[in-house]
């Protein structure tokens, strides 16, 4: 069995006083000899008694000197364990019951040193690994949730066809072809979220202009919106090029764009903007429609997060798309947010302004790579 640190420290103490001891007890007697020789000539003493008398006497005052400090090193020793070595192991059985899958265990932070920051840090990472399994147990229940309700249309439709109470109509086809495509949908928008949470080591980035992506962008969606009478507008305020990886801005845009044709009712209006702001560049989408309950905004980019899920079943959404906005942001050094007023909601994400004119490597703490490209609608 290994000592404790206890007894190492104990350990450490008695071995610096008795090492001090000996040396001392080595030179005592010149020390004494040179000592004494002064004396006696000062004072014309020539007794060899006197001599072995102080000796003696200096000896025993260094040995109890030295119980002495040996009796203080334990007792601090004590104190150090006390103070120290009980709170760190408190904190390896917190980490052991952690490992073992117990996230509500918390480390007692009794003061401000690097014992009590330690302890706070280790509060604070099983904090992050209790939400972090909070949100894998709701993904799995989200995702069979989700694949539930399109599997289970599915298997009504094929047996009704199979017992022929449903004739195999093409607008029974057309049906069963829909929720395979929300099906399809799903797992493509699961395949994304699963690329950004392998955080492959770098992601390619070059000089883009944000303008120009949302130009593109609109260029391709102008046909969606214009059949359903909703007008599109874009307002680009700014023409700098930034180091950034275009394939990924056009992701993040075109699921902004899938969010605002959700929920803008035929007739609407869809307004697109890109603004230069102090370090960063802001691209928003706005729509008119129904808007966003205040307390749904801050967790709208959380994945399988919907505030009316209904709703948003209906009309085709996982819930996954803005939170696949939020990690575009988060590789690029931005943010996200959304505001709902007056009949008008506004989704945005930033990426930070890095000047670039030619091809980079965006590295940052925790990069994620860029999923395949999304094809055109």
Same mark, same amino acid.
């Given at each position: 069995?290994?000592p404790?640190?206890? *007894?190492?420290?104990?350990?450490?103490?008695?071995?610096?006083?008795?090492?001090?001891?000996?040396?001392?007890?080595?030179?005592? !007697?010149?020390?004494?000899?040179?000592?004494?020789?002064?004396?006696?000539?000062?004072f014309?003493?020539?007794?060899?008694? +006197?001599?072995?008398?102080?000796?003696?006497?200096?000896?025993?005052?260094?040995?109890?000197?030295?119980?002495?400090?040996?009796?203080?090193?334990?007792?601090?020793?004590?104190?150090?364990?006390?103070?120290?070595?009980?709170?760190?192991? $408190?904190?390896?059985?917190?980490?052991?019951?952690i490992?073992?899958?117990?996230?509500?265990?918390?480390?007692?932070?009794?003061?401000? =040193?690097?014992?009590?920051?330690?302890?706070?840090?280790?509060?604070?990472?099983?904090?992050?690994?209790?939400?972090?399994?909070?949100?894998?147990? =709701?993904?799995?229940? =989200?995702?069979?949730?989700?694949?539930?309700?399109?599997?289970?249309?599915?298997?009504?439709?094929?047996?009704?066809?199979?017992?022929?109470?449903?004739?195999?109509?093409?607008?029974?086809?057309?049906?069963?072809? =829909?929720?395979?495509?929300?099906?399809?949908?799903?797992?493509?928008?699961?395949?994304?979220?699963?690329? @950004?949470?392998?955080?492959?080591?770098?992601?390619?980035?070059?000089? +883009?202009?944000? $303008?120009?992506?949302?130009?593109?962008?609109?260029?391709?969606?102008?046909?969606? @919106?214009?059949?359903?009478?909703?007008?599109?507008?874009?307002?680009?305020?700014?023409?700098?090029?930034?180091?950034?990886?275009?394939?990924?801005?056009?992701?993040?845009?075109?699921?902004?764009?899938?969010?605002?044709?959700?929920?803008?009712?035929d007739?609407?209006?869809?307004?697109?903007?890109?603004?230069?702001?102090?370090?960063?560049?802001?691209?928003? +989408?706005?729509?008119?429609?129904? !808007?966003?309950?205040?307390?749904?905004?801050?967790?709208?980019?959380?994945?399988?997060?919907?505030?009316?899920?209904?709703r948003?079943?209906?009309s085709?959404?996982?819930?996954? $798309?803005?939170a696949?906005?939020?990690?575009?942001?988060?590789?690029?050094g931005?943010?996200?947010?959304?505001?709902?007023?007056?009949?008008?909601?506004?989704? *945005? @994400?930033?990426?930070?302004?890095?000047?670039?004119?030619?091809?980079?490597?965006?590295?940052?703490?925790?990069?994620?790579?860029?999923?395949?490209?999304?094809?055109?609608?």
């Amino acid at each position: 069995m290994r000592p404790s640190l206890l *007894w190492k420290l104990l350990a450490i103490n008695l071995l610096v006083v008795g090492v001090a001891t000996a040396v001392a007890a080595v030179h005592i !007697g010149g020390v004494a000899d040179g000592i004494f020789m002064r004396l006696m000539k000062e004072f014309n003493i020539e007794t060899q008694a +006197v001599h072995a008398l102080f000796v003696r006497d200096l000896r025993s005052a260094l040995l109890g000197a030295s119980l002495i400090a040996a009796a203080i090193g334990l007792l601090l020793s004590l104190v150090l364990f006390r103070t120290v070595v009980r709170p760190v192991r $408190g904190m390896m059985t917190m980490a052991g019951r952690i490992a073992a899958g117990d996230y509500g265990v918390r480390a007692p932070v009794t003061s401000s =040193d690097e014992l009590g920051r330690l302890a706070a840090s280790l509060n604070l990472m099983a904090s992050a690994l209790a939400r972090l399994e909070r949100q894998r147990k =709701d993904l799995v229940a =989200d995702v069979a949730h989700e694949l539930r309700t399109p599997l289970s249309n599915l298997r009504g439709y094929l047996e009704a066809v199979r017992d022929g109470v449903t004739p195999a109509s093409p607008e029974t086809v057309s049906l069963l072809h =829909d929720e395979v495509m929300r099906l399809v949908r799903l797992v493509q928008a699961l395949h994304e979220l699963s690329l @950004f949470d392998a955080r492959l080591p770098d992601v390619r980035a070059e000089a +883009v202009d944000p $303008g120009a992506v949302v130009r593109r962008v609109l260029d391709l969606r102008r046909g969606e @919106f214009a059949s359903r009478g909703v007008a599109v507008r874009e307002e680009i305020r700014t023409g700098v090029a930034v180091a950034a990886d275009a394939d990924l801005l056009t992701q993040a845009l075109h699921n902004l764009l899938d969010n605002a044709a959700r929920h803008t009712p035929d007739g609407g209006a869809v307004t697109v903007r890109t603004v230069a702001e102090t370090g960063a560049v802001r691209i928003a +989408v706005t729509n008119t429609g129904e !808007g966003i309950d205040a307390a749904d905004l801050p967790h709208i980019f959380e994945r399988f997060y919907r505030g009316d899920k209904s709703r948003a079943r209906a009309s085709g959404g996982a819930g996954i $798309g803005l939170a696949i906005v939020k990690e575009v942001a988060r590789i690029h050094g931005g943010d996200v947010g959304a505001s709902s007023a007056g009949g008008e909601t506004t989704v *945005w @994400f930033s990426i930070a302004a890095r000047p670039s004119a030619a091809p980079t490597t965006l590295r940052l703490e925790e990069p994620v790579p860029a999923p395949t490209a999304r094809p055109a609608p």
